[in-house]
């Protein structure tokens, strides 16, 4: 007779438990009907197809930027959202210009290689820049040389991404110093031009682009990135040849500061309207990338995550928003004025979670934010084992939700299999061919549920 009323408890629950009564749930089942309705769509995984498809070009200052923001925002408009708006923003406004190019000299052999400039860089002259090249590895290794030998010279940062380290974050952080530092550096020493290897492990043709440090008070000197195959040919050539010289032409301009907006859609609370849980990425993409792992497939789930909610009915306390910022690749400008618009309308933002790392498939999160808070989201972790995701630890939440740290906000930050993301990162290899839909979804799924923990259970 137990078992009998037990197997009725179960099935009243069960039925219960619906697409339209997430309410009535247990996290367990909430948690369920979240990932199940992820896996039966497709709507961002097309989104992101067409995104990458005609908006290749989404740097924040660029047009296609600005109309990827509006695009956006139609998607947003169609899901019957609370609230819909665009946000404008200030931001760095860099132009790339004419395709940049690259060979190695040396008496009648010319080798075109590829490369591609840095964002805030500068430009050579319009005949182009050609000297010797003296290979360093990396920033450190500088402290060798006198000004001297290097004076008038290319320095080639050839500092290689450790392909050994477990976690490929930590190689490209313990080698992204060059790129960023490199052409300030270069013309400390008296140098006339760098060469940066691209950041990546994977040894292609894709030249691998990304910011330098915007010279401010300081010297700087032209650069550009240089594909990992074509870094190793010219190492090898200089070993060959050390009188060998290196050309290269770059068009690109830092011009005065222009607008650009954020994305923003949003389910209002019904009890804490006024307090708020965001879900982002950034819209903005380089412009030699189609940016589907970088970051256009964080920001289709973050869109994804309201869409979770509206079809299983989902009543927020607090309000719910998606935001797409721009400009994160350059200068972070949507980032700061969201924060900004926050502090000015005394919005009070409780939790924000950012996909950032590739669409793969997700492991987990990392949290910034006070030990009660940390330990609270701890406590939940049991329930996305189910889900595979076992993976909750502090660390950064991500940068364009940084700047609201600063507010009290708790931050986290989706956590993905990195095997391969710098093979994508930063160049025309992160296409939408490279994305599983079913990882994407399930980053989306993973991301609605720890967004409906906070809202149930407040932090």
Same mark, same amino acid.
């Given at each position: 007779m137990k078992k009998i009323v037990l197997l009725l408890v179960s099935t009243i629950s069960l039925l219960s438990c619906n697409n339209k009564a997430i309410m009535k749930c247990s996290d367990e089942e @909430?948690?369920? +009907?979240? %990932?199940?309705?992820?896996?039966?769509?497709? =709507?961002?995984?097309?989104?992101?197809? /067409? +995104?990458?498809?005609? %908006?290749?070009?989404?740097?924040?200052?660029?047009?296609?930027?600005?109309?990827a923001s509006k695009w956006a925002k139609g998607i947003m408009d169609n899901m019957e959202l609370?609230?819909?708006?665009?946000?404008? @923003? !200030?931001?760095?406004?860099?132009?790339? *210009?004419? !395709?940049?190019?690259? &060979?190695? #000299? %040396?008496?009648?052999?010319?080798?075109?290689?590829?490369?591609?400039?840095?964002?805030? *860089?500068?430009?050579?002259?319009?005949?182009? +820049?050609? &000297? #010797?090249?003296?290979e360093i590895n990396g920033l450190e290794d500088l402290s060798r040389f006198t000004k001297d030998q290097l004076k008038g010279k290319i320095l080639f940062f050839n500092q290689a991404m450790n392909p050994e380290l477990e976690n490929p974050f930590q190689a490209y952080g313990e080698t992204a110093g060059q790129r960023f530092m490199g052409p300030i550096m270069a013309a400390e020493y008296g140098a006339v031009g760098a060469v940066i290897r691209s950041l990546t492990t994977s040894i292609d043709e894709f030249p691998h682009t990304g910011t330098t440090r915007k010279a401010i008070g300081e010297k700087t000197v032209p650069v550009v990135c240089i594909a990992t195959k074509h870094a190793d040919l010219l190492s090898e050539k200089l070993e060959e040849n050390p009188d060998l010289t290196f050309y290269f032409k770059t068009n690109c301009k $830092?011009?005065?500061?222009?607008?650009? /907006?954020?994305?923003?859609?949003?389910?209002? *609370?019904?009890?804490?309207? $006024?307090? /708020?849980?965001?879900?982002?990425?950034?819209?903005?993409?380089?412009? $030699?990338?189609?940016? &589907?792992?970088?970051?256009?497939?964080?920001?289709? !789930?973050?869109?994804?995550?309201?869409?979770?909610?509206? =079809?299983?009915? /989902?009543?927020?306390?607090h309000s719910i928003r998606a935001v797409l910022f721009m400009d994160e690749e350059i200068s972070q400008g949507g980032g700061r004025e969201y924060a900004n618009q926050a502090r000015i309308q005394n919005e009070k933002h409780i939790f924000a979670v950012e996909s950032d790392r590739g669409v793969t498939s997700p492991l987990g999160f990392s949290i910034d934010?006070?030990?009660?808070?940390? =330990?609270?989201?701890?406590?939940?972790?049991?329930?996305?084992?189910?889900?595979?995701?076992?993976?909750?630890i502090k660390g950064g939440g991500g940068v364009d939700i940084g700047p609201l740290k600063d507010n009290g906000t708790a931050l986290s930050g989706l956590l993905t299999d990195p095997t391969h993301y710098f093979d994508?990162?930063?160049?025309?290899?992160?296409?939408?061919?490279?994305?599983?839909?079913?990882?994407?979804?399930?980053?989306a799924a993973a991301m609605a549920s720890l967004i409906y923990l906070v809202d149930k259970y407040g932090l």
């Open positions: @909430a948690l369920k +009907l979240i %990932f199940k309705s992820a896996n039966l769509s497709s =709507e961002s995984y097309q989104n992101l197809n /067409y +995104l990458t498809e005609n %908006f290749q070009k989404r740097l924040a200052c660029y047009p296609q930027g600005i109309e609370d609230k819909v708006f665009l946000q404008e @923003a !200030q931001v760095m406004n860099w132009k790339r *210009g004419d !395709q940049e190019l690259g &060979a190695i #000299k %040396f008496k009648d052999e010319v080798i075109n290689v590829n490369v591609c400039a840095l964002g805030r *860089g500068i430009a050579t002259k319009e005949s182009g +820049l050609e &000297a #010797k090249v003296i $830092n011009m005065p500061d222009t607008i650009s /907006y954020n994305t923003i859609g949003e389910i209002t *609370g019904t009890d804490f309207p $006024n307090e /708020y849980i965001i879900v982002g990425g950034h819209l903005d993409s380089w412009d $030699n990338s189609g940016g &589907a792992h970088d970051d256009g497939g964080g920001c289709m !789930q973050a869109i994804e995550v309201l869409r979770i909610f509206k =079809e299983l009915g /989902y009543k927020p306390k934010a006070d030990q009660e808070s940390f =330990e609270k989201m701890i406590s939940w972790s049991d329930l996305f084992k189910p889900h595979e995701i076992n993976i909750f994508w990162h930063h160049s025309g290899n992160d296409t939408f061919d490279h994305v599983n839909r079913e990882d994407m979804q399930k980053g």
